[in-house]
């Protein structure tokens, strides 16, 4: 299985033998309304982001086109501009791809009035793809189903991950990140059963207990936090929030190890570790 970020694009491409998915997360079609509220006032962005997306299912020819959640922006209603640009959106893909898969986030609320049956929404605890190798994908605003621990790689959004550079004048500036963080995973599942409220016993393994409660044998060993698709949004500075500062239970979780995270930006330059990035005086 093939498994890469589509640089420069905040995309992952995924092709395992004839079957070829692309990914993207975050969205938020109708955020410009929320910047002509707080006086910012700039044209509609959805025909841009059709644009650049096609682009890329010209040049990569995918069979499926994933969408991590978060594909609207108003929670918890929809707006009058979310309702013509979400739908015609995802029409202009339906045409474009063989399969269209919605993995609902936090803002994708009521998502199922703005799609037709040619999109298939799933749980928003999301799905596995990959038969050989299997790849976990949800949002990461909440724990997903069980049965995704059975996936050695978890693939999240949410986050809208950047990294802050500081100028020689103090000038702040934040890129998008890539994030590819190693799982303990015995930590991991101990937070989920945690969550679940359940306690594994004085001498029990909790991926013992996770096998024994729900059938799944935990795999997971690799997280990748998605950078967000609009380029508008901003995000979180991962080298300078601290870890309870960021956004989802799984990345909170003590099964993360974030500090030795690789960051890469979205032309595929690595910057190092998030700790080796975090000693840098900002």
Same mark, same amino acid.
């Given at each position: ?10 995309? !992952? !491409? %995924?092709e #395992?033998?004839k ?25 509609s962005? $959805? #025909? ?11 040049? $990569? ?7 991590l ?6 929670i ?7 309702? &013509? ?12 791809v063989?399969? !269209? ?14 799609s037709?049956p ?15 190798e299997?790849?976990? !994908?949800?949002?990461?605003?909440t724990?997903?189903s ?6 050695k ?22 890129k998008?990140?890539? %994030?590819?963080?190693?799982?303990? &995973? ?11 409220g ?14 024994e409660?729900?059938? &799944? ?10 950078p967000? =698709?609009?380029?508008?949004l901003?995000?979180?500075? =991962? ?11 799984? &990345? ?17 330059t690595?910057?190092?570790t ?9």
């Amino acid at each position: 299985m093939l498994v890469k970020p589509y640089t420069p694009w905040p995309i !992952l !491409l %995924v092709e #395992e033998g004839k079957e070829k998915n692309i990914i993207l997360s975050d969205i938020h079609l109708g955020y410009e309304l929320e910047l002509v509220e707080a006086g910012i006032s700039i044209p509609s962005q $959805t #025909e841009r982001f059709k644009e650049m997306l096609l682009r890329v299912i010209e040049e $990569t020819k995918p069979d499926r086109l994933i969408i991590l959640g978060d594909l609207k922006h108003t929670i918890p209603k929809i707006s009058s501009k979310e309702w &013509v640009d979400t739908s015609s959106f995802l029409r202009e893909f339906e045409k474009n791809v063989e399969t !269209l898969l919605i993995i609902p986030g936090n803002h994708d609320g009521k998502i199922s009035y703005l799609s037709s049956p040619k999109t298939i929404i799933s749980s928003s605890r999301g799905v596995i793809i990959g038969k050989k190798e299997k790849i976990g !994908l949800f949002h990461g605003h909440t724990w997903p189903s069980p049965k995704l621990f059975e996936a050695k790689m978890w693939v999240i959004g949410h986050n809208h991950p950047t990294i802050q550079f500081r100028g020689a004048f103090g000038f702040k500036t934040s890129k998008s990140i890539w %994030v590819k963080a190693p799982v303990e &995973v015995e930590k991991l599942v101990y937070s989920f059963l945690k969550h679940r409220g359940i306690t594994p016993g004085k001498n029990q393994a909790p991926k013992q207990l996770l096998a024994e409660r729900y059938n &799944v044998y935990a795999k997971c060993s690799e997280l990748v936090i998605m950078p967000a =698709f609009n380029d508008l949004l901003g995000g979180i500075p =991962f080298n300078v929030k601290s870890k309870n500062e960021l956004l989802g239970p799984v &990345v909170r979780s003590d099964g993360v190890l974030l500090e030795k995270a690789e960051i890469f930006l979205l032309d595929g330059t690595y910057l190092g570790t998030l700790k080796e990035l975090e000693k840098i005086s900002w």
